[in-house]
């Protein structure tokens, strides 16, 4: 991130993208908000305390914005002529996630956590919390590689092929090439269906009939809540998005 932004910004200086990307970012978390929560009152009543609505909620709040984007990318242009067209897609994903990141690490938690009141946390606890949240890893990557690129000394130390520190420049622009293949891996093994030891277990214990008769509703219940959620993400994303 922050090689690709400080690369971008040395070399086009589009001042409009600084801004512009974070608030499409942050208009498309709260449309997909308004719409998840439209969609989790008429499907599950509004309660609060559901884990489907929360999950569906969270589901159209936040799109793949972070390593979907860089991998279609570098499907799109690796084979272009203009060669600068990889790093600088980068960068406007980048610049995007400076509006997105800050907002995933506040309100997701916020849309996921049960309203049982407990544990409540003392308010420099919280501040602390929610300071870490708004400057994650990618949110800090993003404003030192702006700093970088803009800011003329700066870019004169390091991103230059003269520069004094080209080498370090260099080095985190190969560092960086390993993220697409991690994220697809961690993709593909997210896939990976989880086990269900306690069906096993009671499946086990219970008389042949019973336990065809309740795999059968288990079936058909999964069954309904996978097509209600999926039909409502799909629904939101791909129709009103």
């Known amino acids: 991130t ?3 932004l400080s690369g971008s910004a040395a070399k086009s200086g589009s001042a409009e993208a600084i801004y512009m990307l974070p608030i499409a970012a942050a208009l498309q978390v709260v449309v997909g908000y308004v719409v998840g929560k439209l969609l989790s009152f008429f499907i599950y009543r509004n309660d609060p305390d559901n884990d489907e609505a929360k999950e569906l909620m ?14 279609f990318t570098e499907g799109l242009f690796h084979t272009s002529a203009d060669h600068t067209l990889v790093g600088r897609s980068a960068a406007y994903i980048s610049l995007y996630l400076l509006g997105w990141s800050p907002l995933f ?26 300071l870490s949240r708004i400057f994650s890893p990618p949110v800090v990557a993003s404003l030192l590689g702006m700093a970088v690129g803009f800011v003329p000394f700066l870019r004169n130390l390091v991103v230059h092929a003269d520069s004094p520190l080209s080498v370090v420049y260099e ?40 336990t065809a008769t309740a795999t059968a509703a288990a079936e058909k219940k999964v069954d309904w809540q996978f097509v209600m959620k999926v039909g409502s993400v799909y629904l939101s994303r791909f129709l009103l998005m």
Not at 58 to 71: D, E, H, I, Q, Y
Not at 108 to 124: C, F, T, V
Not at 187 to 193: E, F, N, Q
């Open 171 to 210: 080095a985190m622009r190969t560092l960086g090439s390993a993220y697409l293949p991690s994220v697809l891996m961690v993709l593909a093994g997210s896939l990976s269906p989880p086990a269900a030891p306690a069906t096993a277990a009671a499946a086990a214990t219970a008389s042949p009939a019973a």
């Open 2 to 4: 922050v090689a690709n």
């Open 58 to 71: 969270a589901c159209t709040t936040f799109a793949n914005s972070g390593p979907l984007p860089l991998v």
């Open 105 to 130: 690490w506040i309100l997701g938690p916020a849309i996921l956590q049960q309203r049982d009141g407990q544990h409540k946390k003392n308010p420099a606890q919280a501040r602390k919390e929610l």
